[in-house]
């Protein structure tokens, strides 16, 4: 399957409608220049009011391809504005990687992105618990990635780059 009919099942299968062009929201601003152009960015919010689905789940989820490496990435990010609780991002990011699972074809190799960004400072007893969380997609753990909201200097790419070294 070549990688652009890999984007084109995922976007099928989450409906054009719950797709939008920005990873930001809630209060947040994420900048994404220099994020891949062949990219979908889910509104996972929508995706859970337009199918009536109840639960946790984390605010957006960008997929693109890794050419590199020849892997689909799959980067759930959860917007927080106001304080971060640590359990509360584990759970909701999590949620997003069970639910990014059911999207991806199966045969496809993939990695996961993991990412909260906050706009307040994270209280000094939440830093080390989200230090320790893990985040599980497809067998494998990934650590929760931390940026600021509104930073201008390329925040999700930053990421983006650090966590595919």
């Known amino acids: 399957m070549e990688w652009s009919e890999v984007l084109d099942e995922i976007r099928k299968r989450v409906g054009e409608e719950n797709l939008t062009n920005s990873c930001g929201g809630e209060g947040c601003r994420v900048d994404m220049t220099d994020v891949p152009r062949e990219r979908i960015v889910v509104d996972v919010e929508r995706v859970f009011q337009v199918n009536r689905r109840r639960g946790k789940r984390c605010d957006r989820m960008l997929f693109y391809v890794d050419t590199a490496r020849s892997k689909l990435v799959v980067v759930l990010i959860e917007l927080k504005s ?23 074809p199966p045969d496809i190799e993939t990695t996961c992105i993991p990412v909260v960004f906050h706009g307040a ?13 893990e985040i599980r997609f ?28």
């Open 82 to 104: 106001g304080n971060v609780n640590a359990r509360k991002v584990s759970e909701q990011l999590q949620s997003g990687a069970n639910f990014a699972s059911g999207l991806v």
């Open 121 to 133: 400072r994270i209280h000094d007893a939440q830093l080390p618990k989200l230090k320790r969380a």
């Open 138 to 165: 497809h067998r494998r753990t990934f650590p929760i990635w931390k940026r600021k909201c509104g930073r201008r200097t390329k925040n999700l790419a930053s990421v983006l780059k650090l966590a595919s070294a």
